[in-house]
Structure formats: C-alpha cells, structure tokens
C-alpha cells in the first residue's frame, strides 16, 4: 500500500559526511510529518530530525548544527545531510512518515522504512 525507501547509508570517516534519502510510494494524497530515527546496538529508537509538510522542523539536540533535514512535498521525499559525523551518530536510520492519507482506500495511518545503516567508526 504505502511503502518507504531509504538510500544512501555507508561507511564514512568521523568528520565525514553523508545524505540520506527517503521516497514513499504508494496511492497517497498527502504526508503531514516526515523523518529520521535512529537506533544504535542495544538502545532505543530515538528522533534524529522530522519536518512538517509546512517546513516546520524538530532536531534531536544531538544533531543539531550538524544535520539538515528537509523535504520534496511533490516528490514524497525527505533527506537528511549529515554532516560532522561522530562515531556516535552510527546507528541504523529509519525513515518515517506520519499522517499519510492514502485515497484508495481512504486510510491515515503512519509507515516506517526499513532502515539503513549508517557507520562512522572510532
């Protein structure tokens, strides 16, 4: 029905950068929220960055003035530009998106990808 895909996960050097990309397809009408989690080894999901489809957005405090997150409402995409990477910030990223009308059948409901790995070693 709805599915999301993510793209451009690696391994790249502390200080490196990296973009991530998410498209969601499927017969939607609309997203209200798109973003980024995270889960490292033997921890919780956490937020990494989400953005509104009015461009509003929310950074984990951990990224902030490192990660960009922005969004292409027409093409049902969001990126995520990391840039600094620590080794802390490895993890593997998930894509969500929230609030998504689909017209056939009517639903809303939230859809998450399946994750993509990030690696920034020590």
């Known amino acids: 029905q709805v599915q999301l895909v993510e793209s451009g996960g690696g391994l790249v050097q502390a200080g490196g950068s990296l973009r991530l990309s998410c498209v969601a397809s499927?017969?939607?009408?609309?997203?209200?929220?798109m973003g980024w989690y995270r889960q490292a080894p033997e921890k919780q999901r956490e937020l990494v960055a989400v953005?509104?489809?009015?461009?509003?957005?929310n950074y984990a405090d951990s990224v902030k003035g490192r990660f960009t997150i922005s969004r292409d409402n027409a093409k049902n995409t969001v990126y995520l530009q990391m840039n600094s990477l620590k080794p802390e910030d490895t993890a593997v990223y998930y894509c969500?998106?929230?609030?998504?009308?689909?017209?056939?059948?009517?639903?809303?409901?939230?859809?998450w990808g399946k994750g993509t790995q990030v690696t920034v070693p020590s």
């Open positions: 969500v998106a929230k609030g998504v009308v689909v017209y056939i059948p009517r639903t809303v409901g939230d859809y």
């Open positions: 953005i509104t489809s009015g461009g509003s957005t």
């Open positions: 499927g017969s939607i009408l609309s997203i209200n929220t």
